[in-house]
């Protein structure tokens, strides 16, 4: 480790020991190299990483207040000075260069945090700790933008004026919470799965699953007690239903999750060509993910997948569905957060394209 890191190091566990002062006296001296080194190897110490170096070239210097609660060690501590009546405030900029870090947890507001608001509005109380992660991994959009965005169009008419709504990244919680939070773009007239509580007479958190340092989720030999014979996480299933009909109900539900998101990217580009007029293609890493498919080969290629050629041929419908599939997609372990709401989104969002282009559902079983 660098003498830089190490002084780092050094510096946030004084800090962290100064603001655990009970915990100190109370249990057995917790081990804080072990913690240490834990979290020191954990995505949330990792400096390299663009969530913490985005910002690096700004001509100001700093991170913005909007994006420093969740992307600096302290925007989370002024966010958390106001009344959690505005989603995603902080008044002052934060300085470059900095992670999550002990500070971000271990001081008094974060500790005392009990409730989160998400972008929806929606605010959930009585969390515990893990009101500390779901305030950041809440993302930063909710179904209610796309009807704002919607609102007062037709269904299937393009608007030069719409653009794509983006969730933004790993937003477990959102998924977690499920219509809680209204996260996804839910459709009127059906209903969504509430928060995923897995185990039901002791809900599961964010904490029960992550090691709230290494960040890393308890060992597959501790979900194989109940989930008999899982050698992975995507082997786990316990849902009777087949959800993408292909009559197999053994696969891993993470397997019914992902074939109906393939199947829903596939109904995007359909709708693309049949009702918006422009091919349309999605990649993953390029913002703002999709893109005019000028050559039509189904795929946001290398020259495709650049700003200036973002998709601009979008409808209500096709925004609502291509939210779903951003939503989806950018919580890499939606199957594992909230499996339901993953597959409601998805199977809703197949059922509206289907409205107006060929999309097959045969056998497809909604949760
Ligand atoms: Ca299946
Ligand atoms: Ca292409």
Same mark, same amino acid.
């Given at each position: ?7 780092? %190091? ?8 100064? &603001? ?14 072990? @913690? ?18 985005? #910002?690096?070239?700004? /001509? ?15 925007? @989370? ?28 947890? $271990? ?29 950041? $991994? ?26 794509? @709504? ?35 007479? /002791? ?6 699953? $992550? ?15 109940? $989930? ?10 316990? &849902? ?39 091919? @349309? ?22 020259? /495709? %997948? ?7 041929? #979008?409808?209500?419908?096709? !925004? ?24 409601? !989104? ?22």
């Amino acid at each position: 480790m660098p003498v830089r890191n190490l002084t780092i %190091a050094m510096m946030l566990l004084v800090g962290a020991a100064a &603001a655990l002062p009970a915990l100190a006296q109370e249990r057995k001296k917790p081990d804080l190299a072990k @913690i240490t080194a834990a979290y020191l190897a954990s995505p949330h110490a990792d400096r390299s990483a663009e969530a913490f170096r985005h #910002w690096d070239g700004e /001509e100001d210097r700093a991170v913005p207040g909007e994006c420093a609660t969740c992307h600096t060690s302290r925007g @989370i501590i002024d966010y958390l000075g106001a009344d959690l009546a505005a989603v995603n405030v902080v008044d002052a900029p934060q300085p470059l260069g900095s992670t999550v870090d002990c500070v971000t947890c $271990h001081n008094p507001r974060s500790m005392a945090l009990q409730s989160v608001v998400f972008p929806s509005g929606e605010r959930l109380d009585g969390l515990g700790h893990e009101a500390i992660c779901s305030t950041c $991994h809440q993302g930063r959009a909710s179904g209610g933008d796309v009807d704002k965005a919607a609102a007062g169009r037709e269904d299937d008419a393009v608007a030069g004026d719409l653009g794509f @709504i983006n969730i933004h990244y790993k937003a477990a919680a959102a998924t977690q919470a499920g219509s809680l939070a209204a996260g996804g773009y839910q459709y009127p007239g059906k209903t969504y799965a509430g928060r995923f509580d897995h185990v039901k007479k /002791e809900p599961a958190t964010c904490l029960t699953c $992550h090691n709230q340092h290494s960040l890393k989720p308890a060992a597959i030999e501790t979900c194989a007690e109940c $989930h008999k014979g899982a050698a992975k996480y995507a082997d786990i299933r316990s &849902a009777p239903l087949d959800s993408d009909g292909d009559g197999d109900t053994t696969e891993g539900i993470a397997a019914e999750i992902a074939a109906l998101h393939d199947r829903l990217g596939a109904a995007i580009r359909a709708y693309g060509v049949q009702v918006a007029g422009t091919p @349309i293609a999605y990649d993953a890493h390029a913002f703002p993910y999709f893109f005019a498919d000028t050559n039509g080969d189904g795929i946001a290629g290398k020259a /495709e %997948a650049i700003f200036p050629n973002r998709y601009q041929n #979008w409808t209500p419908r096709l !925004l609502k569905a291509a939210y779903n599939y951003q939503f989806v997609a950018k919580d890499g372990a939606a199957y594992v957060h909230n499996p339901r709401y993953a597959l409601q !989104l998805l199977h809703d969002s197949l059922e509206s394209l289907g409205e107006k282009t060929t999309v097959d559902m045969t056998g497809f079983a909604r949760p």
